[in-house]
């Protein structure tokens, strides 16, 4: 029950963060039919400059929240720019071509942004500074006991105020309006008198900012950083995008919480559940290994990242149109 | 100094040329229809006037040249389109529909005001104004993309094919909702397939043949034109 428990809690705050990288991708396919594969990218680049500032202001010995607080400042603009730069330079030139087209280019684009990081970074792992003081609040009276983390509920909440932003801007302001019209239309929105060009930038540079904040917390969390993450965490984003449905922004939440979930779970009882001993009793022929090594099992938690492409391919086959979607895949 | 004057202007889709240099004017105040068979050009016209299709040739607004500007610059000047199909956008609201036809005011007041007048003017989508625009019926989607234009207080208002699809009665009320928007002073081009209509609400027309103005001139006097009655009134 504590394993359970603690999964839960880790799935959690790992989903909140995989959410709010999906909403970056589902809000750019929303309103230009692109999957944005450098947003992971982006997510990196926000973790890089994040963890640069941060090192730097540890030395000063301020409350860590101050520290970390002032890394995310400087992340969201500078992800914020780069959102803007890739949009500008890389999609708009292409926004009347064959989908295909965009589609490579956004992969040609993270390859330049790994590698600009390469340049900046190093491609060593840089590590996050020994600033914050572990806090455990247990849910149990044991100190074994299943428990969530001072980090891991920063992270939540920080997520959730984040989506909750988002959609008071989507759903109740000037911006909001007239991203959801541009979506719908943007031959029409452009003659109601929106500026198009602005209106998709503008969505490009708010999925940046939240992604700069995503890379930052995922870098906190895992205290670690590297010029090659964004790929993998890219990946699962997308993959809870999907999942949810791509282009809807409730979808992205409940995809990411999901996929951290599944991911957590699956984590913590692959070992259990392919151990030599319990598939002993179903399937023939594991009897001499489980007498042998009765500890053994097949996958371990190490093999966690299979499950986000274990549901982006059953998501695929059995409803490519997400769990919220409502048109059928076919665009992407 | 004419509110809209087209001069020589041409559009291309590709190799096709589906406008091929018209010439034509709107006096301010007036109200203007453009008539012609399928695949005349008319909704190339519009498209271009808006800035929805790339035109050559002159294209002036308040004596402005405006062909090359965006479609959001030229809504900016005071032109709004109720565009052929309607384009209401599906997943908003009617008053959501209709907030994004004030987009640009920020006199909030008044665009309050506007709505209400929308809703006098088409009672109907008052009592849907919850309703998302993409399950209402192809009538009530044409009042919300007329009510959506007027929410701009447009000085230039171009209308394709209002009366399209509808019932004899739907149709009826359109036309009752353009003369009298027209009594109140808005200019407007007005395309239509129905040209008896149309003419009967018209100062003035013009016919389009296969992107050429072939006949123009008052339209009491297109409607007594013979060539007119048999090609279009079906006479
Ligand atoms: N996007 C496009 N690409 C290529 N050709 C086009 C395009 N849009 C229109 N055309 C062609 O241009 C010509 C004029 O079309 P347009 O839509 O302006 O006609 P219309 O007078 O509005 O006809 P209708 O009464 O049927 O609406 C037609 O031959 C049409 O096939
Ligand atoms: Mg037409």
Known sequence: ??????????????????AVVALGYTMVYGIVQLINFAHGEVVMIGCMVAFSVILALAPTGLPPFIIVGAGIAVAVPACMVVGYAVERVAYRPLRNAPRLAPLITAIGISIVLQHLALLVWSRNFIAFPQIIE??????????TSASISNIQVAIILTSVAMMAGLLWLVYRTRLGIAMRATSQNPQVAGLMGIDVNRVISSTFVIGAGLGAVAGAMVGTYYGIAHYQMGFLLGLKAFSAAVLGGIGNLGGAVLGGILMGLIESLGAGYVGDFTNVCFLDKFLPGFGEVCAASPES????????DVYAFIVLILVLVFRPSGLLGERVGDRA | MSLLKLEKVEVHYGGIRAVKGIDLTVEKGELVCLIGANGAGKTTTLRAITGLAHATGRIEYEGEQIAGKKSHEIARLGLALVPEGRGVFPQLTIDENLAMGAYMRRDAPAVAHDVERVFSLFPRLKERRGQTAGTMSGGEQQMLAIGRALMSRPRLLLLDEPSMGLAPIMVEKIFEVIRLIAAE????????QNAKLALEASH???VLESG??????????LLGDPQVRSAYLGE
């Open chain 1, 1 to 18: 029950m504590d394993t359970f428990l603690q999964q839960i809690v880790n799935g959690l705050t790992v989903g909140s963060v995989y």
């Open chain 1, 134 to 143: 572990l806090k455990l609040f247990h849910f149990g009276s044991s100190d």
């Open chain 1, 297 to 304: 099992s097949l996958f371990g938690s190490n093999y966690k």
């Open chain 2, 185 to 192: 002073g808005v200019t407007m081009l007005l395309v239509e």
């Open chain 2, 204 to 206: 003035r027309a013009y």
């Open chain 2, 212 to 221: 050429l103005v072939t006949i123009s001139g008052e339209a009491s006097k």
